[in-house]
């Protein structure tokens, strides 16, 4: 069984694009399509900065 077929819209002419495409078969502008798989989750370190005191209470 295969997957189903996403398009995009080829941002140089507009035609319905298959994502995985490496280019538009139309105009032949480069296709790049970011996968949720293509980006890795950072992770950030608490921030444990101070917060600015209020003296005037």
């Given at each position: 069984?295969t997957?189903p077929?996403?398009?995009?819209?080829?941002?140089?002419?507009?035609?319905?694009?298959?994502?995985?495409?490496?280019?538009?078969?139309?105009c032949g502008e480069?296709?790049y399509?970011?996968?949720?798989?293509?980006?890795?989750?950072?992770?950030?370190?608490?921030?444990?900065?101070?917060s600015?005191?209020?003296?005037?209470?």
């Open positions: 069984m997957a077929l996403n398009h995009v819209t080829c941002p140089h002419c507009g035609n319905d694009v298959d994502d995985r495409a490496p280019a538009c078969p139309k480069k296709i399509v970011i996968s949720p798989g293509d980006i890795t989750p950072t992770r950030h370190p608490p921030d444990n900065t101070p600015p005191r209020n003296d005037d209470q």
